[in-house]
């Protein structure tokens, strides 16, 4: 977790108060309409209609229970398979039917060998 107060910080309110800052609405939907992926968005805020769906696909995983603790959970290897086929979807150089075949190819493939 990037975002932590270590026991041993001197100005402790003040982090806190950095993190609330930081996690609150109003940054987050201005992180949204950068083209990231923040967790506490005003949805109806995104200008952007590619970054507004996006999120809503993201908080739609979220609401559905569908994170993982480690991105590269699923097989060895997927996060860096995972990092580059998110690029080229949020890039526009990949469909969503190739984002998804791309990174469901890794795990079909570390799952065969568990059968």
Same mark, same amino acid.
């Given at each position: 977790? %990037?975002?932590?107060?270590?026991?041993?910080?001197?100005?402790?309110? *003040? /982090? &806190?108060?950095? !993190?609330?800052?930081?996690?609150? =609405? =109003?940054?987050?939907? !201005?992180? /949204?309409? #950068? $083209?990231? @992926?923040?967790?506490?968005?005003? %949805?109806?805020?995104? =200008?952007?209609?590619?970054?507004?769906? %996006?999120? =809503?696909?993201?908080?739609? @995983?979220? /609401?559905?229970?569908? *994170? #993982?603790? &480690?991105?590269?959970?699923? #097989?060895?290897? &997927?996060?860096?398979?995972? $990092? $580059?086929? %998110?690029?080229? *979807?949020?890039?526009?150089?990949?469909?969503?039917? /190739?984002? *998804?075949?791309? @990174? #469901?190819?890794?795990?079909?493939? &570390?799952?065969?060998?568990?059968?």
């Amino acid at each position: 977790n %990037l975002l932590v107060v270590p026991e041993s910080a001197q100005n402790k309110d *003040l /982090a &806190y108060e950095f !993190l609330d800052i930081t996690l609150g =609405e =109003e940054v987050q939907t !201005l992180m /949204a309409n #950068a $083209g990231g @992926i923040p967790i506490n968005a005003d %949805l109806s805020q995104i =200008e952007n209609e590619k970054n507004k769906e %996006l999120n =809503e696909a993201f908080s739609t @995983i979220v /609401a559905n229970d569908g *994170l #993982a603790f &480690y991105p590269d959970w699923p #097989a060895p290897g &997927y996060m860096d398979v995972l $990092g $580059g086929a %998110l690029q080229q *979807l949020i890039d526009g150089s990949v469909t969503t039917d /190739a984002f *998804l075949d791309q @990174i #469901a190819g890794p795990w079909q493939d &570390y799952k065969s060998t568990l059968e």
